[in-house]
C-alpha cells in the first residue's frame, strides 16, 4: 500500500475487504499482555484436568482456535486450573495470554464491552478510538487475532453465544472457557468439555497442610482429617478454612466452626461465614455493602465513596479481604488504580448478611452514594474535556468528601473507558430504587463518554432511559436536554429521520419555554441530520435560521458551530467562494473562544481545506487540511484524522496528482481500518478503485 512518507499512523491496517482480513502492524512496541492471575504454591493436584487441557488444546481444527471448556460450582477451582495450565503452556503463546469475564454485577458482560477490553490489552484503542458497533469491533478482533498466537481464557461464562464470536480464526490460539454448566451448544463447534471434580479428601488433607503447615497437620490427623472432610474437596472452602486456622494457630484445629457444616455441598458457604465473623467490623461491613454496589467490580474511590469509609483505610481494608480470598484483585487499571471483585458465592452471602445487619435506609445508602460518586466524576471529566457541554441542576446526595480531579485530557479519557462496563448496572440501579434525577444526570454527564470515546451504542440505550427518567422526574429542562442528546446519539448512529424528529420534539419544546438558544440548538440539529443525509440545500435555510438566532443572542460559539455546516454545504453545492467565507468566520470565532473549544476549531479548519480545494485553491486546501489534521493527532480523535487524510486524498486527485491521492486514500483507509469503520472502509475502498482506473 502506498504511503505518506512521515505519516504517524499509530496502528497501521492493510485491508481491502473486511472479510478477507485486516493485518495490523503496530508502530510501536506494546507490552505482551499476561493477564493470567499468579497461582500459588499451594497448588494441589488436578493432574487429570491439566492433561485434559494438553490434550483437547493441542490438536486444533483447521481454521480455528481449540476450546476447551471446564465446568464446575464456584470456588472448585477452575479459574486457578486455567492460569496454572496457561502459564505451564506459555511458550506456546508468545503474543499474549489473556483473560476476560463474561458475568459481571450478576449480568451477562455486554459481548461489546469484553471485546474492548481485548483489543485494548493488545494496545489498540490508546490512541485511536474504537469503533462503537458491535459488528466492527469484533470484525476488529477476529483481524487482530488472527495472525497472533494467543491463549484466551473466558471466564464465568453463561452460554455459548458469548464464546463463539470471540473464538479466533487462527489453529495457533486456544480458548479456555470456564462455566458453572456444561455448554453442550459448543460441542457441535468442536469444543471439549471437562466437569471438574472436588479434590479427593487425600488432596485436600495436603492442601490444607500446605496452607497451616505440615507440623500442625501431623499434630492433629484426625481433626485435620475431618476439616479437610468437611470442605467437601471444594479448593475455595479449604482456603478460607486453613486461612483463618492459620490466623489463629492457638485453635485447635478440632475447634474449627467449619467443621459444622452440614454437608460438603455447603462448605464454600460456612467457610465464608466462618471467615466473614471472625473479621473486625470495619472490613465486615465494607465486605457486605460492598455486595449491595451494583458494578463489576470497585476501585478505592467507589468504594470509599460507596460505604462512607475513609479512602485510606478502604484501600487497606479491599488488601486485607483480597488476602484472605474474599474478594478477587483483579489488576490495575488506568484511570481507576487496584480493582477488585466479589467472588459470585461470597457475594450473594454478604447480601444475605447486610439484609440481616444493615438497615433498608443504609442500603439504599449504599447505592446513592455509589451513583453520587459516579456523578462527580463523570462531572470532572466534562469540566476537563468538554467544557461548554450544558451543565444539569444537580443535588448530591452525598457528596464524595474527596471530589474527583484530572490533571489531564488522557486520564480524564482513561477513566470513562475503564468505567464504561459500569455505567448500564448503574443506570438499572437508579430506575429500580426510583432515583431519576441521579439517573438523567448521570447519563448527561457521561457526554464525553458518548461522544469522544464514540460509545454510540451505548449513547443511544442510555439517552432513551435518560428520556423516560426525566419525564418521570417531571423537569422540563431535564426532558429537553435527554431529548436533544438522544438525537445526537441517533445521529451519530445513522438513524437520521428518527433523529430529525428528537430534534423537532425538543425544539417544541424549547419554543414552549420561550428558550431561543435551545431552538437555536434544535433547529441546528435538524439541519445537520438533513447535511449528514447529503441533503444540502435542505439543510440551509435550517442552520442559515440557527445562525441567525445565534447571532441575535451573541453566542458566538453556536453560530460558528451552524456555520461550519452552512460553509460545508454551500461548498460541496458548488459555491466554495461563500463555503470559505463561512468558514474562515467560524474557524476565527472558535479560536477565540476562552475556554477553548480545539475540536470544533479543528473541524472549521478541515472543511476550511475542503472547500479552497472545490474552489481550485490547492496550495491552500493542502495548508489548512494539514493542519487540521495533526490538530486532530493532538486532540486524539482517530475518526476525524482519517477522514481529513481522505479530503487530502480527494484534493490531491482534483489537481491531477493521482500518485499522492492513492497514497493519502491509502492513509486514510489505514485509519479507518484501526477503528473498524466499514461503512468509511467500503467508501476508501470505493475511491481507490476509481482512483486507480487508467
Known amino acids: 500500500m502506498n504511503r505518506i512518507e512521515g505519516s504517524r499512523v499509530r496502528t497501521a491496517v492493510q485491508a481491502r475487504d473486511i472479510n478477507g482480513g485486516i493485518h495490523i502492524h503496530p508502530d510501536r512496541v506494546w507490552p505482551v499482555p499476561r493477564q493470567l492471575p499468579a497461582v500459588t504454591g499451594v497448588f494441589t493436584d488436578r493432574v487429570g484436568a ?37 502459564h505451564r503452556a506459555a511458550d506456546r503463546f508468545p503474543d499474549g495470554q489473556l483473560v476476560a469475564r463474561l458475568r459481571g454485577a450478576g449480568r451477562p458482560a455486554p459481548i461489546a464491552e469484553v471485546t474492548r477490553s481485548l483489543l485494548r490489552a493488545l494496545g489498540l484503542g490508546e490512541t485511536e478510538t474504537l469503533p462503537w458497533d458491535t459488528t466492527e469491533l469484533l470484525a476488529l478482533w477476529r483481524s487482530v487475532s488472527a495472525t497472533r498466537r494467543l491463549l484466551l481464557v473466558l471466564e464465568d ?78 479448593p475455595l472452602a479449604v482456603g478460607l478454612a486453613a486461612g483463618e486456622a492459620a490466623l489463629d494457630p492457638a485453635r485447635p484445629l478440632g475447634e474449627h466452626p467449619a467443621l459444622a457444616a452440614p454437608t460438603p455441598s455447603e462448605a464454600v458457604a460456612v467457610a465464608t461465614a466462618v471467615v466473614y465473623e471472625s473479621l473486625p467490623e470495619p472490613a465486615a461491613r465494607l465486605l457486605r455493602l460492598l455486595a449491595l454496589v451494583p458494578a463489576p467490580d470497585v476501585d478505592a474511590l467507589t468504594a470509599a465513596a460507596a460505604t462512607a469509609t475513609p479512602i485510606v483505610q478502604t484501600a487497606q481494608l479491599l488488601q486485607e479481604l483480597a488476602a484472605r480470598h474474599l474478594l478477587e484483585h483483579t489488576g490495575r487499571i488506568a484511570g481507576r488504580g487496584e480493582v477488585y471483585q466479589l467472588r459470585p458465592a461470597v457475594a450473594e452471602q454478604m447480601r444475605a448478611a447486610a439484609a440481616r445487619t444493615d438497615s433498608t435506609v443504609i442500603r439504599t445508602m449504599v447505592v446513592q452514594r455509589y451513583l453520587d460518586v459516579l456523578i462527580a466524576t463523570a462531572h470532572a471529566t466534562v469540566q476537563r474535556l468538554t467544557p461548554h457541554h450544558r451543565v444539569l441542576p444537580r443535588q448530591y446526595r452525598h457528596l464524595p468528601s474527596e471530589p474527583p480531579r484530572f490533571a489531564s485530557d488522557r486520564s480524564a479519557l482513561a477513566w470513562l473507558e475503564a468505567i464504561a462496563p459500569a455505567v448500564q448496572p448503574a443506570l438499572d440501579a437508579a430506575r429500580e430504587l426510583g432515583e431519576h434525577r441521579a439517573l438523567v444526570t448521570l447519563v448527561h454527564d457521561l457526554w464525553p463518554l458518548f461522544h469522544r470515546l464514540r460509545r454510540l451504542d451505548l449513547s443511544v440505550a442510555a439517552n432513551e432511559q435518560g428520556l423516560r427518567s426525566a419525564v418521570l422526574w417531571g423537569d422540563r429542562m431535564a426532558i429537553r436536554e435527554m431529548t436533544t442528546t438522544l438525537a445526537l446519539a441517533l445521529k451519530g448512529t445513522g438513524r437520521l429521520d428518527e433523529a430529525g424528529r428528537r430534534y423537532a420534539d425538543a425544539r417544541d419544546l424549547a419554543s414552549a ?59 460541496r453545492l458548488g459555491q466554495p467562494d461563500d463555503g470559505v467565507a463561512l468558514l474562515s468566520e467560524a474557524h476565527a470565532s472558535l479560536a477565540l473562544l476562552e475556554p477553548p473549544d480545539p475540536l470544533n476549531a479543528a473541524r472549521a479548519l478541515a472543511f476550511l481545506g475542503e472547500a479552497h480545494s472545490l474552489a481550485g485553491r490547492h496550495d491552500l486546501a493542502v495548508t489548512a487540511l494539514t493542519k487540521a489534521r495533526q490538530r486532530f493527532d493532538e486532540i486524539g480523535h482517530g475518526h476525524w484524522r482519517a477522514l481529513t487524510t481522505e479530503f487530502l486524498g480527494q484534493d490531491a486527485e482534483r489537481s491531477g496528482a493521482k500518485q499522492a491521492a492513492l497514497a493519502w486514500y491509502g492513509a486514510s483507509l489505514d485509519g479507518y481500518a484501526a477503528l473498524a469503520s466499514l461503512r468509511d472502509m467500503e467508501r476508501l475502498d470505493a475511491r481507490i478503485t476509481q482512483a486507480s482506473t487508467p
Open 157 to 234: 461464562t453463561d452460554s455459548a453465544e458469548q464464546v463463539l464470536p470471540l473464538v479466533p480464526a487462527s489453529a495457533h490460539c486456544a480458548v479456555v472457557v470456564t462455566s458453572a454448566a456444561p455448554l453442550p451448544a459448543l460441542a457441535a463447534h468442536g469444543a471439549r468439555h471437562h466437569r471438574l471434580d472436588p479434590l479427593s479428601p487425600e488432596h485436600s488433607l495436603l492442601l490444607l497442610g500446605r496452607i497451616v503447615g505440615a507440623q500442625r497437620v501431623h499434630a492433629e490427623p484426625q481433626a485435620a482429617a475431618a476439616l479437610a472432610s468437611a470442605c467437601g474437596g471444594m
Open 513 to 571: 419555554d420561550q428558550d431561543r438558544g435551545g431552538v437555536a440548538q434544535c433547529t441546528m440539529g435538524i439541519g445537520s441530520c438533513l447535511w449528514a443525509g447529503g441533503q444540502y440545500d435542505a439543510a440551509r435555510p435550517h442552520l442559515g435560521e440557527a445562525t441567525r438566532v445565534y447571532d441575535d443572542l451573541e453566542d458566538l460559539r453556536g453560530a460558528a458551530l451552524a456555520d461550519i455546516l452552512l460553509g460545508s454545504a454551500a461548498a
Open 50 to 86: 491439566l492433561g485434559f487441557l494438553d490434550t483437547a488444546l493441542a490438536a486444533p481444527p483447521p481454521g480455528t482456535a481449540p476450546v476447551a471448556v471446564i465446568s464446575g460450582p464456584d470456588g472448585i477451582g477452575k479459574r486457578t486450573l486455567a492460569a496454572r495450565w496457561g
